[in-house]
């Protein structure tokens, strides 16, 4: 399983980013994919996840402000970010899911993409 993250930045409060991974190693099509976050200090926090239906599932702290998505053409999950705040700063990464829930119990990271939200 490979996984190579893309598209954080530095970005101001209320700004925008669009998250990228990139997936191969397995059958993407037949998997669900998620993406999580941790931020200095602190533990992995699960923030979405999108089934091979293309249902998405989203944690409450991003409901309504992140959107996943993606593209199995490209073997490609993205998570849209938008009114991005300081406490949003963290490496972002993706999974595949292992579970059915696809909540948790993740085996496979990629190596993050840093988003730092500050003005």
């Known amino acids: 399983v490979q996984l190579v993250e893309s598209g954080g930045g530095l970005v101001q409060p209320g700004g925008s980013l669009r998250l990228s991974c990139k997936a191969s190693?397995?059958?993407?099509?037949?998997?669900?994919m998620a993406w999580a976050r941790q931020a200095p200090g602190k533990g992995r926090e699960w923030l979405a996840s999108?089934?091979?239906?293309?249902?998405?599932y989203y944690s409450n702290s991003v409901k309504g402000r992140f959107s996943i998505s993606r593209d199995d053409a490209q073997r490609t999950a993205f998570l849209q970010m938008n009114n991005l705040k300081p406490e949003d700063t963290a490496v972002y990464y993706c999974a595949p899911c292992v579970t059915t829930t696809c909540i948790d119990e993740f085996t496979s990271w990629g190596q993050g993409t840093q988003v730092t939200v500050s003005s």
């Open positions: 190693g397995f059958i993407f099509t037949a998997s669900g």
């Open positions: 999108i089934y091979s239906d293309h249902s998405t």
